[in-house]
């Protein structure tokens, strides 16, 4: 079940984020019970200067999780471009994921100025991992530049309605030669598991986790649920048949 993204290999499918938990240890807490390797952190939200300050970066395992650092709160491309060289310049690592989202309401994000940042950021060295609609043709081009995975939304950011872009995220699925990591909107594991049956290689989840009555068990559940529809896309589903077929032989029954 390994993943490889940029050279790095894992062995969780499942990656989570920082935000929105109500405080430090319970976000620890719901890390470890997800047993995800890959952690997102929002680069405006690391406060690396003030002195005795325990902050987000404090409460992360560095030895633990590998740092998808990630430029949320950006509207422009050439804001994306400056947080993700500023993430670098902190040591970090050199992951990016590109976020690039100026409208307010819907938070969906700017697939032109999400291609230029990523053109840029790719030819600097960059592990790109862009955030998207479920727009195929986008992904296909993101991937052609050098993108190391494309990122997908099921639905808005944060609103846990689940899978509303099923069906381009098959056709990305289909089309991909990179990791697709389905990211955004998922509610439930159930709905993890839903992509990941599908053929998506991983899937992002904040704040499900986050916001659930028990960020603890919910994270363990959407570890759960992206095993098994891992175990499940692997192992090859029946066909579906427009009849009915018994499951029990007809044949050699008492009666007959």
């Known amino acids: 079940m390994t993943?490889?993204?940029?050279?790095?290999t894992f062995n969780s499918r499942l990656l989570v984020g920082t935000g929105k938990f109500n405080d430090f240890e319970i976000m620890k807490?719901?890390?470890?019970?997800?047993?995800?390797?890959?952690?997102?952190?929002?680069?405006?939200r690391v406060d690396v200067g003030a002195e005795g300050h325990v902050g987000l970066m404090d409460n992360i395992d560095l030895d633990k999780?590998?740092?998808?650092?990630?430029?949320?709160?950006?509207?422009?491309?050439?804001?994306?471009?400056?947080?993700?060289?500023?993430?670098?310049?902190?040591?970090?690592?050199?992951w990016i994921k590109l976020e690039v989202i100026p409208d307010p309401k819907y938070l969906?994000?700017?697939?032109?100025?999400?291609?230029?940042?990523?053109?840029?950021?790719?030819?600097?060295?960059?592990?790109?991992?862009?955030?998207?609609?479920?727009?195929?043709?986008?992904a296909k081009r993101l991937e052609e530049i050098g993108c190391a995975t494309v990122m997908p939304l099921a639905s808005p950011i944060g609103t846990g309605?689940?899978?509303?872009?099923?069906e381009n995220i098959?056709?990305?699925?289909?089309?991909?030669?990179?990791?697709?990591?389905?990211d955004a909107g998922l509610?439930?594991?159930?709905?993890?598991?839903?992509?990941?049956e599908l053929g998506a290689d991983c899937v992002l989840v904040n704040t499900a986790i986050a916001k659930a009555q028990d960020p603890v068990k919910m994270a363990e559940a959407?570890?759960?649920?992206?095993?098994?529809?891992?175990?499940?896309?692997?192992?090859g589903r029946m066909p579906m048949k427009a009849y009915a077929s018994a499951s029990s032989p007809l044949t050699g029954i008492v009666g007959k």
């Open 29 to 44: 807490q719901a890390h470890a019970a997800s047993e995800a390797e890959i952690v997102t952190v929002a680069i405006r």
């Open 108 to 138: 969906l994000p700017d697939p032109i100025a999400t291609f230029e940042a990523a053109k840029i950021l790719v030819k600097e060295g960059f592990v790109v991992l862009p955030y998207i609609n479920a727009d195929p043709i986008l």
């Open 65 to 94: 999780y590998w740092i998808l650092p990630n430029t949320a709160g950006c509207a422009t491309a050439e804001e994306a471009i400056r947080v993700a060289r500023l993430s670098k310049a902190m040591g970090i690592n050199n």
């Open 222 to 235: 959407f570890k759960l649920g992206t095993q098994a529809g891992r175990t499940a896309f692997e192992a």
């Open 187 to 196: 509610g439930v594991p159930s709905e993890a598991s839903l992509v990941m």
């Open 161 to 166: 309605q689940g899978v509303k872009t099923l």
């Open 3 to 8: 993943l490889t993204i940029g050279g790095k």
């Open 170 to 182: 098959k056709i990305i699925i289909e089309n991909a030669n990179i990791p697709v990591v389905v």
